[in-house]
């Protein structure tokens, strides 16, 4: 037995083994393969696959203006002339840096240790950049000051807390059909390779188009224009080459099975790209370059907060206010429910029968205390990041894993320099494997029945062409919701006369809402409020209403939801299709 094997060993048999169920701890239901060494690698692997959102997020905060003003009939709308704003700016910028990592390390921490997943959390991209573009504006430009602004995402995240809190956060997350919930990790994959093949936060391989959107880009950044289009001398950049370099490296060693493939391939890439005097380089010789290498060679600094710790304005009498503030729930609601159980499935946390996850309803009340949390140390909505795929791609099973990505974002505090300037073609290989590891359950679709397989398949497109998680499920929710109803209705109308000739092949989703698995998974406090009897639930209560078997980290949310739904546990035979209605 090696050394590591033996610190596997004594931590797994130590307490810390047994809250976090690593494999030979002796815990009820333990995480088969979690081993401390893996975890370890796990988190490291997440924390470097999604280190860009430390830069990333402050540069797009940083463009709405923060706190910063000027007078604007001399400088114009965006303030461009003035050089007190431009230095204001750069004091917002790293005070957004500090509160991306602060944020980061608390939000991950907390659901490592609570929640015990290994599923990250961050500032989400999207919401960033529909809080910097069109709620506050360029520079302030939008009819939403930052301030106020702020005060929308942490009422955001107080209204999350509270519907986590009662349990209708996790009921509508389970009421969605499995189909559509497998169909969202699909989607999820295709999503991270997405971005893994842009130049934004990948390789650059696919850039901008203005007759097909996109195309075959590779091109040197100095061959782009304005809007990113490689106007000549396609697949000729250094960084593009280096990316592809760096995805062939990580698939040959996941070939073999190297443990750490996916870490070592990005640091080889990143390592690559540091020094100055090459044409792969992540600090050219430009004025960008030279402030990020100035950055850079500073190594070790901390910078405090100073213009955006809790700058609330609480003003709800503007229209934009109320815009603002709904979007960034529904928006966040679907994109995080989607990430987590994406995630959980590709985890093999999933239960199946209930088609929840274990410690969900600690995983959504971590979730919305760190948006309240995060808006008071100035930034956008945090949500789950799905670049967690890479970490449970590489063995990650437990909440340790999760840990370790937020030490690092503490790290990360004072070796900001070092963790940001991990180059988007170093990164982006690893979205792309992660995007191909999530596909393997599309295999699980219902595809016989064209009521599961079309609302399963607009998801998957959608996510990725919409460029959301949550448009994605928008859209499928509503074709299966007015397909199947349309359906059903006709079938009762016609009493079982009109019926699609493959009915009773359609998910068991349906047998589970129309035989009272909807009426089981509501709350027992709003069946209580209704007048309902509460002899209606088993002795355990409702999945939802249970939200002290994840506070304590000791029971087993599937052990209470198989005693909840006995009705969904067995398949109805596909020649009976009145037994499912």
């Not at 949500?383 to 370790?404: D, K, N, P, Y």
């Not at 679709?445 to 998957?460: E, H, M, S």
């Not at 809402?513 to 406090?525: E, H, L, Y």
Request: aromatic share 12%; net charge negative.
């Amino acid at each position: 037995m090696g050394w590591i094997d033996k610190v596997n060993s004594f931590v797994a048999r130590s307490a810390v083994g047994r809250w976090f169920r690593l494999e030979g701890s002796g815990a009820k239901h333990e995480r088969v393969g979690s081993k401390f060494s893996i975890e370890l690698r796990a988190g490291l692997t997440i924390f470097v696959a999604m280190a860009y959102i430390i830069s990333t997020n402050a540069l797009i905060l940083t463009d709405s203006g923060g706190t910063c003003d000027c007078d604007r009939e001399e400088f114009g709308a965006t303030c461009d002339g003035d050089p007190a704003y431009t230095t204001c700016l750069q004091g917002i910028k790293l005070d957004i840096i500090t509160a991306t990592c602060a944020i980061s390390c608390l939000a991950c921490i907390l659901m490592g240790l609570l929640a015990n997943l290994p599923i990250a959390l961050a500032p989400g991209m999207g919401l960033n950049a529909y809080f910097a573009y069109t709620v506050v504006g360029y520079h302030g430009t939008g009819k939403v000051s930052y301030e106020n602004a702020l005060a929308a995402v942490c009422l955001e995240g107080i209204i999350f807390f509270v519907l986590s809190a009662i349990g209708l956060r996790q009921w509508f997350a389970r009421m969605i059909p499995s189909a559509l919930k497998t169909a969202t990790g699909t989607g999820i994959g295709i999503y991270l390779a997405f971005i893994g093949l842009q130049s934004s936060a990948g390789i650059g391989l696919i850039t901008s188009s203005s007759a097909t959107l996109v195309e075959l880009g590779g091109c040197p950044p100095e061959y782009r224009d304005e809007n990113n289009v490689c106007t000549s001398h396609h697949m000729e950049g250094g960084p593009t080459w280096l990316g592809v370099l760096g995805l062939m490296l990580i698939g040959t060693m996941l070939l073999y099975r190297f443990k750490g493939a996916i870490l070592v391939g990005i640091f080889i890439i990143a390592i690559i790209s540091w020094p100055r005097p090459t044409s792969v380089t992540y600090f050219p010789h430009t004025q960008a370059g030279d402030e990020a290498f100035d950055f850079f060679k500073k190594v070790v600094t901390f910078h405090p907060i100073q213009n955006t710790l809790a700058k609330f304005h609480w003003d709800a009498s503007s229209g934009d206010f109320w815009i603002a503030l709904i979007t960034f729930l529904y928006v966040d609601i679907l994109d995080c429910t989607g990430t987590m159980f994406s995630m959980a499935k590709f985890g093999g946390f999933m239960d199946e029968r209930t088609q929840d996850f274990e410690g969900s309803s600690m995983a959504f009340l971590v979730d919305s205390a760190a948006i309240t949390i995060g808006s008071v140390f100035g930034s956008s909505p945090v949500t789950a990041f799905i670049e967690s795929g890479a970490g449970i791609a590489e063995g990650g099973r437990t909440g340790i894993c999760t840990i370790v990505t937020g030490i690092m974002f503490f790290i990360a505090l004072f070796f900001a320099p070092i963790f940001a300037s991990f180059p988007p073609w170093a990164t982006g290989p690893a979205l792309i494997v992660v995007g191909s590891m999530m596909m393997q359950n599309v295999t699980q679709i219902n595809w016989k029945y064209v009521g599961d397989a079309l609302p399963a398949f607009i998801t998957i497109i959608m996510i990725p062409f919409g460029y959301s998680i949550g448009y994605g499920l928008i859209a499928g929710i509503g074709s299966f919701i007015f397909m199947n109803s349309l359906a059903f209705i006709v079938y009762k109308v016609s009493r079982g006369r009109i019926a699609p000739p493959n009915f009773g092949q359609r998910d068991n989703w349906v047998a589970f809402v129309t035989q009272g698995g909807f009426k089981s998974n509501i709350p027992s406090w709003m069946m209580w409020v209704a007048g309902k009897s509460r002899d209606t639930f088993s002795s355990h209560g409702s999945v939802a209403e249970n939200a002290s078997y994840d506070l304590d980290s000791t029971t087993e949310l599937k052990e209470v939801a198989v005693s909840t739904y006995p009705h969904s546990s067995s398949p109805q035979p596909p020649h009976s299709p009145q037994r499912l209605v």
